[in-house]
């Protein structure tokens, strides 16, 4: 079957094809009918979503876009007397989740003599995130627990694919057994 244009022949099949491949092409597709984004320089602009951060949930927002690092960004750990201020030096898939669940409160305790460990409400989202070598003064997630691990003694300790580095702290042990126990705020800072 033949469409007739004045003037010119065009087979319905053309005309069909050349509609679907206009429809498909960027630009091409209606506008989104929620209004204009958001003016960058207002404060209100949304970070593009990435693999990385689509879908976490929470109320910190990062103050990054999909190609800007959340490296740098301070989280305190504190209870009615003390802080603990951590410094997030790794932009992974483990730490803009771990970011993405704050603030929360959580409970620290003892673990074998190397470090202070606390339960996270729920696993971090880590695929893509590489493995550690962790050291003294490190914050750890740890896969197989699902948990918060703040090394004060990691002599012995090796590299593994299963302990994620999120940060790094500067505190004694004696001052990091101030937190056992204890309800733990944790919040961005800065």
Not at 29 to 49: F, I, L
Not at 89 to 104: G, V
Not at 160 to 169: A, P
Request: charged residues 20%.
């Amino acid at each position: 079957m033949r469409r007739s244009i004045p003037g010119l022949q065009v087979p319905a099949i053309t005309v069909t094809f050349a509609l679907a491949l206009l429809l498909a092409l960027p630009g091409c597709s209606p506008a989104p009918k929620d209004g204009p984004a958001p003016r960058p320089d207002d404060g209100t602009a949304r970070p593009r979503e990435t693999a990385t951060t689509a879908g976490t949930s929470g109320p910190w927002k990062s103050p990054t876009t999909a190609v800007d690092s959340v490296a740098g960004t301070v989280v305190r750990f504190s209870t009615h007397s003390e802080t603990l201020n951590v410094t997030i030096d790794e932009d992974s898939p483990a730490t803009r989740d771990f970011l993405s669940m704050l603030p929360l409160t959580l409970t620290m305790e003892e673990f074998a003599g190397r470090e202070k460990i606390a339960d996270l409400p729920r696993p971090l989202r880590h695929e893509g995130s590489p493995g550690s070598d962790p050291g003294d003064g490190d914050l750890i997630y740890f896969i197989p627990w699902g948990n918060l691990g703040f090394y004060y003694n990691a002599s012995g300790i090796e590299f593994s694919d299963q302990t994620v580095h999120l940060g790094r702290y500067d505190a004694t042990p004696q001052e990091l057994a101030r937190f056992e126990g204890q309800e733990v705020h944790v919040e961005v800072v800065r």
